[in-house]
């Protein structure tokens, strides 16, 4: 589904869903076990179910992931911004040629930090973590390299499980362990997948973000100016890149329960729908004949990168708020902050999941 109509219904649909058992293919064995993206099939977190099962799971999470305890975590989350732009600047002075990789050196570190804290992952950890991570949305990745890192994944996040089950904190792991619902709480598979779901999606999408946004606005200076100005916010900013370069290009799945008619196509029942949210926000049907345009003035900036409804990411607060403590803080402190090859020279991520480039080489003096 490409287009935001398309994304809108089929999201919307309740003849739509995201449990396997849905899918056809699936289930006619035309799916092979080593497929790269299984894993994103038969995950038993909120992301692939549906009805009263994924009811349950966002209510006994969301008693642990609330808005008193995100805002709770500003004061922690500037002073990692300023840390690690210190230490950009000091790169920056280090290197012979003076270009630094900012995402390596800020993009990557400050969801990954904020996210490891926020579950209690201990330090050194956080650098194998980003590994597995990484291989979890790169398509590229070979079949037994993909099963090893989910593998060793799965072993890293049930040893976390295991420390803070003898060992509670004032982390999300610790409250996950002990959220219930009435008599109900998390089952031992449901909550090691809720932790892939949330320490993953938590930080890799919101890393690819960061870059998408501050390319975004070296390369438009005259609107960079409006916001160092204070003419516009910079949440509108951020915004307007979450709609016109989003960082989740495209998420699996869902599919069809039945024979339907969905954006005026007709689907068959048991049909995988793949939702295309980096599209949906260049069509010109919503946005006009300027939607592929990067422009922070626009006023319809709405976006469906954090999906819409039932399925609204819990963490988009969150997300919102690294951006917006970050970016301003990168342009004040160096305005001269530029890219340092072309455009065509950055590498894209080997993903039809996330959309970034591998690196975002800069100087900043």
């Not at 049930?158 to 009435?182: C, F, H, M, Q, Y």
Request: glycine fraction near 6%; proline fraction near 5%.
């Amino acid at each position: 589904m490409t287009t935001h109509a398309g994304v809108t219904e089929a999201i919307g649909d309740p003849r739509i869903q995201k449990n396997r058992k849905h899918w056809r293919a699936f289930n006619a064995g035309e799916i092979p076990a080593d497929w790269p993206m299984m894993s994103w099939i038969v995950n038993e977190n909120m992301l692939s179910q549906d009805g009263d099962t994924h009811t349950r799971l966002r209510k006994l999470i969301s008693k642990a992931f609330t808005p008193r305890r995100v805002e709770h975590m500003r004061g922690d989350i500037v002073a990692i911004v300023d840390r690690l732009l210190d230490e950009l600047q000091s790169e920056a002075g280090r290197s012979k040629d003076g270009v630094v990789d900012f995402k390596e050196l800020v993009a990557m570190p400050l969801p990954l930090t904020v996210i490891s804290e926020l579950f209690g992952l201990r330090t050194e950890l956080r650098g194998e973590m980003h590994d597995l991570v990484s291989m979890f949305f790169d398509q590229s990745t070979g079949p037994e390299q993909a099963m090893n890192s989910f593998s060793r994944l799965w072993e890293v996040l049930t040893e976390l499980v295991a420390e803070k089950r003898e060992n509670p904190g004032d982390d999300l792991t610790s409250d996950l362990i002990a959220a219930r619902d009435d008599q109900d709480r998390l089952t031992e598979s449901e909550l090691i997948w809720t932790l892939v779901l949330f320490i993953s999606a938590g930080y890799e999408t919101t890393m690819n973000l960061i870059p998408n946004v501050v390319r975004a606005l070296i390369q438009h200076p005259d609107q960079l100016k409006m916001l160092l100005d204070g003419e516009v916010e910079w949440a509108k900013a951020t915004e307007e890149v979450l709609r016109w370069d989003p960082p989740a290009e495209y998420v699996p799945m869902r599919y069809t329960t039945e024979d339907m008619e969905l954006a005026g196509v007709s689907i068959p029942k048991g049909e995988a729908l793949l939702m295309g949210y980096g599209s949906s926000g260049h069509d010109e049907d919503r946005h006009g004949p300027t939607a592929t345009v990067f422009d922070i003035e626009r006023e319809d900036t709405s976006h469906l990168s954090f999906s819409h409804g039932r399925h609204y990411c819990i963490g988009a607060n969150l997300a919102r708020m690294e951006v917006n403590e970050l970016v301003p803080r990168v342009f004040e402190r160096f305005p001269k902050i530029r890219i340092a090859v072309d455009d065509a020279d950055l590498e894209p991520m080997p993903s039809i999941i996330v959309s970034g480039v591998k690196e975002l080489p800069v100087r900043v003096d």
